[in-house]
């Protein structure tokens, strides 16, 4: 008897909590396509996965690009939803409130876009995977934008896995990851940054992307998990 093999899409497979992802799912049951906007990160993410995987560069961000993606692509069975934004941290009073419309349009909007232009060919038997952040779930100074930008992610998820049921609709929620998002910082801030957080944290370091890649690899394999938030934060969420 031949064994269905399922076809994974990572939108911002190329680094981070998506590529950790990757590396998760593929297998033998597993096809996995990684995209990301930057050709030369695509192919080194491509070549540590063993070129194993398939690649697709485009900008999650342009409509036109992601209804030319799905339309290639065809059939397939899981939406993993990756691709990044960083603006909206920063204390209330300062916060440059465009960032929060830049934030959205970064994050929010590339990933409802996506999961609107797979509608048509992704297996309704097969699942989509949010990102959003667990700023959206603190209460900590200093978030109140970047949590503003994640939480619409959150709020969506229960009722789109109830709008497009059978569809399995989840989010995660990563605590602090050790991952390029942070590469806007000097090396030496980004450490003491991470310091403080493991600190913090119940399990007393940050987190890696493996272990967010984990989260999302659960969620997409477990057929009876729909409409539901995991937080994957070493417990941060209780502590901040
Ligand atoms: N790291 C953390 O501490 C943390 C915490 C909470 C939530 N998150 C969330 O986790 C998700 C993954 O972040 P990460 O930490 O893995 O960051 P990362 O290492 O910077 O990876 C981001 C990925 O998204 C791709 N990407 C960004 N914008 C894109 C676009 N417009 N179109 C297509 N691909 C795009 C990037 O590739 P290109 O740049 O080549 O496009 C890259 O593959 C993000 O949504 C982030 O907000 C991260």
Redesign the pocket.
């Known amino acids: 008897m031949t064994k269905t093999i399922q076809h994974a899409v990572v939108?911002?497979?190329?680094?981070?909590?998506?590529?950790a992802t990757a590396r998760k799912l593929l297998g033998p049951g597993m096809k996995v396509t990684i995209?990301?906007?930057?050709e030369e990160?695509?192919k080194s993410a491509w070549k540590s996965l063993g070129g194993a995987a398939e690649k697709a560069a485009?900008?999650?961000?342009k409509p036109d690009e992601v209804t030319r993606f799905f339309e290639r692509l065809g059939p397939f069975d899981h939406l993993v939803l990756?691709?990044?934004?960083g603006k909206g941290l920063g204390p209330f009073p300062t916060l440059d409130l465009s960032d929060i419309g830049s934030g959205v349009e970064?994050?929010v909007r590339?990933q409802l876009s996506c999961l609107q232009a797979a509608l048509p060919t992704l297996n309704k038997a097969g699942s989509v995977t949010f990102?959003?952040?667990?700023s959206a779930q603190l209460a900590t100074p200093g978030v109140a934008g970047i949590a503003a930008i994640n939480g619409m992610l959150l709020t969506v998820v229960p009722i789109l896995a109830l709008e497009l049921k059978p569809l399995r609709v989840n989010v995660v929620a990563?605590?602090?990851?050790d991952?390029?998002?942070?590469d806007f910082l000097a090396e030496e801030q980004k450490q003491t940054i991470f310091a403080d957080y493991a600190g913090k944290t119940p399990v007393g370091r940050v987190g890696q992307?493996e272990d967010v890649g984990d989260a999302i690899a659960f969620l997409v394999s477990n057929g009876f998990m729909t409409g539901q938030v995991l937080t994957c934060d070493g417990g941060l969420r209780f502590a901040a």
């Open positions: 939108i911002g497979g190329s680094s981070g909590i998506g590529l995209t990301g906007r930057n990160k695509l485009f900008d999650a961000s990756a691709a990044s934004g970064e994050k590339p990102i959003s952040a667990v990563p605590g602090v990851i991952t390029p998002w942070w992307a």
